[in-house]
């Protein structure tokens, strides 16, 4: 089970620990790229066009954290975007072995940051990118960026709002209030319930959870023994900033599946309706899906509410995670996405942001503000705001993007998008380069 719901950001990054995003890069000097910069982005560009040599190439370390068949399987994910490498266009040093560079392919333009080894031969030891862009110039303004993401296949919806003492305010959108498919997106309301059950003093940060053996998905927790004892805080970062989803269904189980439910309507969750109760785990949406060529979630989808609690109590758990098919989701062809997943509108994503913004002064502020700013979703904001909270989530046909940002000038936004396409996967490299030139467009000047 290598497959994680929520990695949209994180998919495009490859370091030599590729589970935690780089800190922003220092301002791009002047200077001109050095012959060792020069030599490994090309070499990055002969990899990307199908030559060069991967051993030669990449340091230990990120070979050890990246194996050449999985970088071989980004690189064809790029190219089906974006078509054949046509070379390095542009390269920006922000030291002697580190740069931004922008590479040239058929049909657009992938932006990407490197950084070596500082001894010799002066190996990659780390590479991301950053999203992808067309060529010719970028959208000039929000609604530019909105109305290219309207016209990716499948459906989309997209909100930006000012956050204040009411209700958000729309400040640009797309399809607002249309319930999409939101992969891990989910885990903003179990966060909230947790939230919540501090600030009512049930629980503490720092209280701990005690493993009792139940079955888990994939994630740093599925093989821990029985006994051990883990932090609500670190659960909760794990959940939020890698979106591990060994972490989500141990706090869902922890903090009860209809408290997670009554928060729904609490966070926003308005416009996504009934189909997010049952509130699903993770490793039940893996079950449903898979098993039995999805047979056990036919039997699922054709009950009522009260029958399917009993029966994700009963034969979901029960059923073995070996029944799982090997492999699901990595021929990359969406699976029931209109049926078995999680719901809500950029509009409710937006209200959830508010929900927990509105929580920072309180008893969990501080660590709160911190879980949801770990991974910052893409690596660029930063530069451009105080703040920025972020939660993703992903799946064959679902891409969704959710930020939480301050200003430069303290005022509060909540920006989010997303992508169904229930018949092939997502461009995800085209919906984060869009999410990304909506993020730095929206930023206040």
Same mark, same amino acid.
């Given at each position: 089970m290598g497959f994680a719901i929520g990695m949209v950001a994180l998919a495009l990054q490859v370091t030599a620990t590729p589970?935690?995003?780089?800190?922003a890069a220092p301002a791009a000097t002047t200077a001109a790229p050095s012959p060792q910069l020069k030599q490994r982005t090309d070499d990055v560009v002969?990899?990307?066009g199908g030559s060069g040599d991967f051993d030669a190439v990449f340091a230990p370390s990120f070979r050890a954290a990246l194996p050449k068949a999985k970088l071989d399987a980004l690189i064809a994910q790029i190219t089906s975007s974006l078509g054949k490498p046509t070379g390095v =266009?542009?390269? =920006?040093p922000v030291g002697p072995l580190m740069a931004r560079f922008q590479i040239g392919f058929e049909r657009g333009l992938l932006n990407a940051e490197i950084?070596?080894?500082?001894?010799?031969p002066h190996q990659v030891v780390g590479l991301l990118f950053k999203g992808a862009e067309p060529r010719g110039p970028q959208a000039a303004t929000v609604a530019a960026a909105i109305e290219q993401l309207a016209a990716m296949p499948g459906k989309s919806g997209f909100a930006l709002s000012k956050l204040g003492t009411g209700a958000p305010v729309s400040i640009a959108a797309h399809a607002p209030t249309m319930p999409l498919a939101i992969g891990s997106a989910f885990k903003l309301v179990i966060l909230a319930e947790l939230v919540r059950s501090i600030e009512a003093g049930e629980r503490k940060w720092a209280d701990m959870v005690t493993l009792d053996g139940s079955a888990l998905p994939g994630g740093g927790y599925a093989q821990q023994p029985k006994g051990t004892r883990i932090p609500f805080r670190e659960l909760a970062e794990r959940m939020i900033s890698v979106s591990d989803n060994s972490a989500t269904d141990i706090l869902l189980f922890q903090l009860g599946r209809q408290k997670v439910e009554a928060m729904l309507p609490v966070v926003g969750f308005t416009d996504g309706g009934p189909r997010n109760v049952p509130f699903l785990g993770a490793l039940e949406v893996f079950k449903l899906k898979g098993v039995d060529g999805g047979a056990l979630g036919s039997k699922y989808l054709a009950m009522p509410v009260a029958q399917r609690?009993?029966?994700l109590d009963g034969p979901v758990r029960d059923t073995p995670i070996a029944a799982i098919p090997a492999g699901l989701f990595q021929d990359g062809k969406p699976l029931r996405i209109e049926q078995l997943e999680w719901f809500a509108s950029p509009n409710d994503l937006v209200r959830a942001m508010d929900w927990l913004r509105r929580h920072f002064d309180g008893p969990a502020g501080a660590d709160l503000r911190a879980v949801l700013s770990k991974n910052p979703g893409l690596p660029e904001p930063a530069a451009n705001w105080r703040y920025v909270g972020y939660k993703g989530g992903s799946e064959p046909g679902v891409l969704t993007m959710t930020f939480l940002l301050q200003g430069k000038d303290g005022d509060w936004y909540a920006l989010s998008g997303g992508v169904?396409?229930?018949?092939?996967?997502?461009d995800d490299l085209r919906f984060t380069g869009l999410m990304g030139r909506a993020l730095d467009l929206a930023a206040p000047r």
């Open positions: 589970a935690t995003p780089p800190p002969a990899l990307l =266009e542009k390269v =920006e950084a070596l080894d500082p001894a010799a609690r009993a029966f169904n396409d229930p018949a092939k996967a997502v």
